[in-house]
C-alpha cells in the first residue's frame, strides 16, 4: 500500500513577487497525515491559514490567487506543481506577504530543495482517486476543454494555440510523474509584448524582468514603445523591426512554453485535495478552466467519498472457496465470502455473489427479496476475519469472534443478481488477539452498507 509523503525538514525560498515587487520569503514545512496543502500568512496578525482547495480560488485573471475572506495568496501554483509532482500529499506553507516569490518563473527551485531536504513516508495510506469514466469540462468563449479518462497512472497530455506566429500550435506529454523533475519543472511562464505593455503601465507586474518570463515580441511596434518596454523591464534595447524572444536565456524546450502549461495544470489539480490516477487531455488550458476542472473533480470526489475496489472477474483469486473454507469454520448456510481478490498488510477485498436461491431470501421475504442487514455486516466481517488470519502463523487452527459493531449504516437494499464487493482495513494494528476493523460494502460503485467492528482471534481448541 503507498503511504503518504510530507518533507522530512523545512526549506525556504526567497525573492520578489511577480505582482506586487515586494521581498518576499516562503516556506515549506513538513505537515501531519491528511493535513493535505495548507498556506499560512504569518505577516498577518493572527497568521490566518488558508486550505489549498479549489473552492477557496478567487481569481485566476494572471495566476491562482486563494482567499479566506479579506485574506489572499497569489501565484501558488508553481510551489503546488513541485509538492504533487514530488509526492508530497502534506506541507504547511508559510509567506509573509500576498503572493508566492515568483522566482526564475518555473518550479524548478522547489523542486531542488524538496529532494535538498528530503521526502519522509508517513504511516496514513495515500487515498487516490481512481478515475472510472470520462468527465469533462470546457469553456465555449475561450474554445478551451480539460477530459479526464480512466489510467493506471496520472498522466497529462496539453495542446496549445496562440495567436502567434512564433508558437501557434504545441502539445507536450508527461507520461509519469517521475519525469516531471526533468521534463517539466523547468519550464517558465511567458508573456506576450502585447499583453505585457498595459500590465506595466497599469502597475501591475511591479516585479517582472527576463529573469523569471519568457517575454515575446511578435507584433511589430515603434522603436521608442519598445525602448520604454525594455527599460521597464531592466533589458537591453533591441531593433524593433527585429521579432522574437525578448531574453537572454534560450528556451529550454522548443515548447517551453506549452510546458509551462502543462506545470500550471498540475499546479491547479493539487487544489483537487487528493492525488489522481487518469489520463488528463487539455486543449487550451489557462487557470479559469484548470480550476473548473479541479471543482468538478472535488464534486465528484464528494459523490464517491468512498471508492469501490476495481473488479476484474476474468483475473484469478487470491483466495477461492476452496481456500476460504480451509480457513473459516462457516459452512452452508452460512459462509458469505465466495473469493478474495486482493489482500495486503492491512487491508482485504472480498467478493459475493447474490443469487435468487440464497436461503435467507425465503422467508425475507417471499414476494420481495432482500439480503437482511444482519448478513452483510456478518459477510463484512468474515472477509475481515481472513484478513486477520492472513497475519497469523497456521491460520487453519484460528477462529475469530464478533466483539462489538458500530457506526453500522444501510444505504441501500441488496438484492438477488447483486455482486457484493467488501473492502476491509484494519484501523490499528492487531494487539493481544484483538482488532478493530472498517468495512464497507459496494454494489457496483455505491456503498450499500459499513460498519466498524471489533472482533478476536481465538486459538482453536
Request: net charge negative.
Amino acid at each position: 500500500m503507498t503511504k503518504q509523503n510530507t518533507l522530512k525538514g523545512s526549506f525556504s525560498l526567497y525573492g520578489k513577487g511577480l505582482h506586487t515587487g515586494l521581498s518576499l520569503t516562503v516556506t515549506f514545512n513538513p505537515a501531519a497525515e491528511n493535513t493535505g496543502y495548507k498556506i499560512q500568512r504569518i505577516d498577518i496578525e493572527g497568521q490566518p491559514i488558508i486550505d489549498a482547495v479549489a473552492e477557496k480560488v478567487a481569481d485566476t485573471q494572471r495566476g491562482t490567487v486563494l482567499a479566506q475572506g479579506d485574506v489572499r495568496v497569489s501565484t501558488v501554483e508553481h510551489g503546488l506543481a513541485a509538492l504533487y509532482a514530488m509526492g508530497i500529499d502534506n506541507c504547511l506553507i508559510q509567506v509573509n506577504g500576498p503572493e508566492f516569490p515568483i522566482l526564475d518563473g518555473s518550479a524548478a527551485m522547489y523542486v531542488e530543495k524538496i529532494k535538498q531536504v528530503g521526502i519522509e513516508e508517513q504511516n496514513a495510506p495515500k487515498d487516490y482517486y481512481i478515475i472510472r469514466r470520462k468527465i469533462e469540462v470546457s469553456d465555449k468563449e475561450s474554445g478551451s476543454t480539460i477530459t479526464i479518462l480512466p489510467d493506471e497512472d496520472f498522466s497529462i497530455t496539453a495542446m496549445c494555440s496562440f495567436e502567434s506566429k512564433f508558437i501557434n500550435s504545441q502539445f507536450a506529454t508527461l507520461e509519469h510523474m517521475e519525469q516531471f523533475e526533468q521534463e517539466i519543472a523547468a519550464a517558465r511562464t511567458f508573456v506576450f509584448v502585447r499583453d505585457i505593455e498595459p500590465l506595466l503601465n497599469a502597475n501591475l507586474i511591479k516585479g517582472g524582468d527576463l529573469d523569471n518570463a519568457i517575454v515575446i515580441y511578435e507584433q511589430p511596434t515603434t522603436q521608442e514603445r519598445l525602448n520604454t518596454l525594455a527599460d521597464m523591464l531592466g533589458a537591453p534595447h533591441q531593433d524593433a523591426e527585429t521579432l522574437g524572444y525578448i531574453q537572454p536565456k534560450p528556451l529550454v524546450w522548443e515548447n517551453e512554453c506549452t510546458r509551462h502549461k502543462l506545470l500550471d495544470i498540475i499546479g491547479d489539480m493539487a487544489l483537487i485535495g487528493k492525488p489522481i490516477k487518469g489520463r488528463i487531455i487539455a486543449t487550451r488550458p489557462g487557470h479559469s478552466i484548470n480550476n473548473k476542472f479541479a471543482r468538478q473533480m472535488r464534486k465528484e470526489i464528494r459523490k464517491h467519498e468512498i471508492q469501490a475496489p476495481i473488479y476484474d472477474p476474468n483475473e484469478e483469486p487470491i483466495m477461492d472457496n476452496i481456500r476460504i473454507r480451509e480457513l473459516l469454520p462457516h459452512r452452508y448456510p452460512m459462509q458469505l465470502v465466495d473469493k478474495v481478490i486482493s489482500i495486503g498488510p492491512t487491508s482485504i477485498v472480498g467478493v459475493k455473489n447474490i443469487t435468487s436461491n440464497e436461503p435467507f431470501f425465503t422467508g425475507h421475504f417471499p414476494q420481495e427479496p432482500v439480503m437482511p442487514g444482519v448478513l452483510q455486516i456478518e459477510a463484512m466481517a468474515q472477509c475481515g476475519g481472513l484478513l486477520v488470519l492472513n497475519t497469523v502463523e497456521e491460520p487453519e487452527r484460528w477462529s475469530t469472534y464478533f466483539m462489538k459493531i458500530d457506526d453500522v449504516k444501510f444505504r441501500k437494499k441488496v438484492v438477488p443478481g447483486d455482486t457484493l464487493l467488501f473492502r476491509v482495513e484494519l484501523l490499528q494494528p492487531v494487539r493481544h488477539g484483538i482488532s478493530s476493523m472498517k468495512g464497507y460494502m459496494f454494489v457496483g460503485d455505491q456503498v450499500v452498507s459499513e460498519a466498524t467492528f471489533t472482533a478476536q482471534i481465538v486459538k482453536n481448541k
